[in-house]
């Protein structure tokens, strides 16, 4: 095991990262945040790694504070942008599809429980609970009512990731080439004539 995934693993037990609101994601400097902001753990200014939180409650996504280069290009920001945007666009996604698709499951076991004269819970206080027959007449309703808007979301992610890879491309040819000519001007300066 390396540093890298020791120190995620002893900040992801601790629970050092609660939520990451989106005002520390999009700091672009190093300053200490407001105490009213809800995490208590921010990297290191010395910190070259994106750090990823626990899965937030709602969505069940993990967030991310993305690393901030010491000398971040336009092109370096913009791709950490848009990846910031990807990611807060697809945690609000989730957070609405969840809380919908658990609030229509509760209100379609209700149904089901009174349709069969039944309540909430049995005469011993357990929460009654449907067959997975029925449960899968629910999913298949869902679903079929959602297929346009999980159409609409399977698009912009893909239309989003094919964006942010094609970045990811030209940040690495761009990082490639400044390394390559720094290097010839390196060797350039290095060579003495006699």
Same mark, same amino acid.
Not at 129 to 140: G, N, Q, T, V
């Given at each position: 095991? !390396?540093?890298?995934?020791?120190?995620?693993?002893?900040?992801?037990?601790?629970?050092?990262?609660?939520?990451?609101?989106?005002?520390?994601?999009?700091?672009?400097?190093?300053?200490? %945040?407001?105490?009213?902001?809800?995490?208590?753990?921010?990297?290191?200014?010395?910190?070259? +790694? @994106?750090? =990823?939180?626990?899965? @937030?409650?709602?969505?069940?996504?993990?967030? =991310?504070? +993305?690393?901030? %280069?010491?000398?971040?290009?336009?092109?370096?920001?913009?791709?950490?942008?848009?990846?910031?945007?990807? $990611?807060?666009?697809?945690?609000?996604?989730?957070?609405?599809?969840?809380?919908?698709?658990?609030?229509?499951? $509760?209100? &379609?076991?209700?149904?089901?429980?009174?349709?069969? *004269?039944?309540? $909430?819970?049995?005469?011993?206080?357990?929460?009654?609970?449907?067959?997975?027959?029925?449960?899968?007449?629910?999913?298949?309703?869902?679903?079929?009512?959602? &297929?346009?808007?999980?159409?609409? &979301?399977?698009? $912009?992610?893909?239309?989003?990731?094919?964006? =942010?890879?094609?970045?990811?491309?030209?940040?690495?040819?761009? !990082?490639?080439?400044?390394?390559?000519?720094?290097?010839?001007? #390196?060797? *350039?300066? #290095?060579?003495?004539? #006699?």
């Amino acid at each position: 095991m !390396n540093v890298r995934t020791a120190e995620c693993l002893f900040f992801r037990s601790r629970g050092l990262i609660r939520s990451v609101p989106a005002s520390v994601r999009h700091r672009t400097d190093q300053t200490a %945040p407001d105490s009213s902001e809800k995490t208590r753990f921010i990297p290191a200014p010395t910190s070259k +790694y @994106d750090w =990823i939180g626990p899965p @937030d409650r709602l969505s069940n996504l993990r967030p =991310i504070i +993305y690393h901030i %280069p010491e000398n971040e290009t336009q092109l370096q920001r913009k791709l950490r942008h848009l990846r910031q945007d990807t $990611e807060d666009w697809n945690h609000e996604f989730w957070t609405r599809q969840n809380i919908t698709f658990s609030k229509e499951k $509760e209100e &379609y076991i209700q149904s089901q429980l009174e349709e069969k *004269g039944l309540t $909430e819970k049995d005469e011993n206080g357990i929460k009654q609970k449907l067959s997975s027959e029925e449960m899968a007449a629910f999913y298949k309703t869902f679903l079929d009512k959602n &297929y346009d808007k999980h159409a609409a &979301y399977n698009k $912009e992610w893909y239309r989003r990731n094919f964006t =942010i890879t094609t970045l990811m491309a030209r940040v690495t040819l761009q !990082n490639f080439w400044r390394t390559v000519t720094g290097q010839a001007r #390196s060797k *350039g300066k #290095s060579t003495t004539t #006699s």
